[in-house]
């Protein structure tokens, strides 16, 4: 088939030099600290201290977090909370980031004589975190064991918790199948280190199965984190804590009359969980067990680990939960957009513009009154 692209135009583009051409390569991936805005803070409990990571406007309502097992808040929250999305969410925010004892970055091993908490009582621990920073309520959000301690955390303090996004939350205690196989990882961590079965179990329990076929740059990220980041007897501690926990004991109650008798949660919920997540069906008995007017489950497709492989869907989920709590007036999707080419022009350091959104934050009190709370 002859060209019918005419002589002069071929000749011409014969001459075309690709001079404005440049390979551009993505930045590596690290979960170690790279937010110089975050401030963290030592809380002293009655438990031994804790790392709490602070960022954003502590006059904001605050919206507290828990990690999961093997990590800690820059390796489970980092890079979600600084997710476009999520950035110009937390305008309107500030978030606490809880450590558990022992698990933040580059923390010495734990004493031989210290006794670890029990899940009640890392829960309890979050009492001295609202006091030491004079917080009245907070909006949990946890994952996995994060997610069981806030929950326990909101069912004995209901007042103080004025709603939860819950990741791949348990709320049953610990079967066979689960107890064997985590006392035999305390037991690694102990006497050899992160061995290859711990590391193996660590990758199923945060990203399912068939991990490498998704997003092997990830998967090696995260191993090489579990490998060299992690202090193993301080991971040993809390393995054996979070697989000693209690049933949560609650209990779906459909009749009207006895709802308020705190047989569940009473704080609205979002229960979400990944399709590809080994939790799904702990978190479908959750869903049972909790009431329907005020919960929400959430299965996110192509993904096991949500916060890293949907960063995109959780963030949209949590924005229209908290503008359904009333935290948040709604945004345009021109706003968005705009807000994202800022974001984006402030990340390649091409605009030094400062700009400053008006405050979007409305909570409503729970007594009914003439007049809204702006924040």
């Given amino acids: 088939m002859r060209s019918t692209m005419p002589s002069c135009m071929r000749d011409s583009m014969d001459d075309i030099e690709l001079k404005n051409i440049q390979l551009q390569f993505p930045a590596l991936r690290y979960l170690s600290r790279d937010d110089s805005s975050v ?7 009655d438990k031994g201290s804790l790392l709490v990571a602070v960022q954003g406007n502590q006059a904001k309502p605050a919206i507290l977090t828990y990690h999961d097992l093997g990590l800690n808040y820059i390796s489970s929250f980092q890079a979600f909370f600084n997710y476009i999305d999520m950035r110009v969410l937390l305008e309107n925010f500030c978030v606490y980031h809880v450590n558990a004892p022992g698990q933040e970055e ?26 030491h920073f004079t917080l009245r309520s907070v909006i949990g959000f946890g994952v996995g064991a994060g997610a069981n301690i806030l929950a326990r955390f909101a069912l004995a303090h209901p007042e103080k ?56 740059d990830l998967v090696q990220v995260y191993k090489n984190y579990f490998e060299h980041r992690v202090n193993p007897i301080n991971l040993a501690l809390f393995i054996d804590s979070y697989v000693r926990r209690t049933d949560l ?9 006895r709802k308020k008798e705190g047989l569940t949660l009473s704080v ?11 939790h799904v069906d702990d978190t479908v008995t959750l869903n049972g067990r909790l009431d329907p007017t005020n919960s929400t489950w959430m299965k996110i497709s192509d993904c ?49 513009k400062k700009i400053d959104w008006p405050t979007a934050t409305i909570h409503i009190t729970e007594n009914p009154i003439s007049e809204a709370v702006v924040c």
Wanted: hydrophobic share 40%; charged share 20%.
């Fill in 249 to 257: 004991n609650i209990t779906r109650e459909l009749d009207p009359t």
């Fill in 106 to 131: 580059n923390a010495p091993a734990l004493q031989e004589d210290y006794v670890y908490p029990s899940m009640e009582e890392l829960a309890e621990q979050l009492l001295f975190v609202l006091g």
């Fill in 268 to 278: 609205p919920v979002m229960n979400i969980t990944g399709a590809l997540s080994p």
């Fill in 304 to 352: 096991g680990m949500v916060l890293e492989e949907q960063p995109g869907k959780v963030s949209e989920a949590f924005r229209l939960f908290l503008q359904g709590e009333g935290y948040v007036a709604p945004l345009s999707p021109l706003k968005m957009a705009d807000y994202r080419l800022a974001s984006l022009e402030g990340l390649n350091h091409v605009c030094s």
């Fill in 161 to 216: 918790v004025n709603a939860l996004c819950l990741i791949n939350c348990v709320s049953t205690q610990a079967g066979w199948i689960e107890w064997g196989y985590q006392k035999l990882n305390v037991r690694h961590l102990r006497s050899q280190g992160m061995t290859q079965s711990v590391l193996d179990y660590l990758m199923w329990h945060h990203f399912g199965r068939g991990t490498e076929e998704r997003n092997h």
């Fill in 39 to 45: 401030r963290e803070e030592r809380v002293e409990t």
